[in-house]
């Protein structure tokens, strides 16, 4: 069956390090990704999609990698800050038609001061 | 502001009643969505409507019921038929009717709890 992996444990950074959080999937072909922030208590915000055929895309101070050999995401926040701290979900779409995501369960983030 | 605005932000459900969650967005999106989201999980489909007056069971639709009379509004009824209601309800909308790759934007959640 299809499955959308992500850490369930929380990441803990030092604040302005680089955090890398991943998103594996599984018995899928997805013509694109996306990763949303939700905070607690509120609903997911999009923040970047990546095409299948893209291998990287940049915003500001996200990056989002994109690996369909390995069936893999990767979202990078850079010089991260305690206000990067959230949960973090990716959203996955299959090739063919379907426009109606699948999300993950997200991971959450910790960026300490 | 273009939003989606979700009420109440929290409802509470007696034993045997159905409560009604309202949807509404102004964001001229076609689509919409009901998501429930409970603990340590992701987002599960509900139910979702691609345009007015139509709309699809996902993949947990047992126990609530919709309606989209308006492109504005989708509202989720609860009934009593779910047995286990008490979850994080959210509402979502997009550009839809077959094009794909479009983010969706949430609304801010009903929190719903059995008394």
């Known amino acids: 069956s299809q499955k959308i992996e992500q850490n369930s444990e929380a990441l803990n950074i030092q604040e302005g390090k680089t955090a890398t959080l991943t998103c594996n999937y599984t018995?899928?072909?997805?013509?694109?990704l996306q990763w949303y922030r939700q905070d607690p208590g509120r609903g997911p915000v999009f923040l970047l999609l990546?095409?299948?055929?893209?291998k990287e895309k940049r915003k500001e101070r996200l990056k989002v990698t994109f690996d369909t050999t390995l069936k893999q995401s990767l979202f990078h926040i850079t010089a991260s800050q305690p206000a990067d701290s959230a949960t973090y979900l990716c959203?996955?779409?299959?090739?063919?038609?379907?426009?109606?995501?699948?999300f993950g369960r997200g991971t959450s983030l910790i960026v300490h001061p | 502001d273009g939003g989606i605005t979700q009420s109440p932000k929290y409802l509470f459900r007696k034993e045997g009643q159905n409560v009604t969650l309202s949807c509404e967005q102004n964001?001229?999106?076609?689509?919409m969505y009901w998501y429930r989201q409970d603990p340590g999980q992701g987002l599960r489909l509900i139910y979702y409507?691609?345009?007015?007056?139509?709309?699809q069971k996902g993949d947990i639709a047992e126990g609530y019921s919709v309606s989209r009379e308006k492109k504005e509004s989708f509202p989720l009824t609860v009934t009593s038929a779910q047995k286990n209601p008490t979850a994080f309800y959210l509402c979502?909308?997009?550009?839809?009717?077959?094009?794909?790759?479009?983010?969706?934007?949430f609304g801010d959640g009903t929190r719903l709890s059995i008394l």
């Open positions: 964001l001229n999106h076609d689509a």
């Open positions: 979502a909308s997009s550009y839809g009717q077959g094009i794909s790759n479009q983010p969706q934007h």
């Open positions: 018995n899928y072909s997805p013509a694109y």
């Open positions: 990546i095409r299948e055929n893209e």
């Open positions: 409507s691609q345009i007015v007056n139509d709309f």
């Open positions: 959203a996955l779409d299959a090739a063919g038609g379907s426009y109606i995501p699948t």
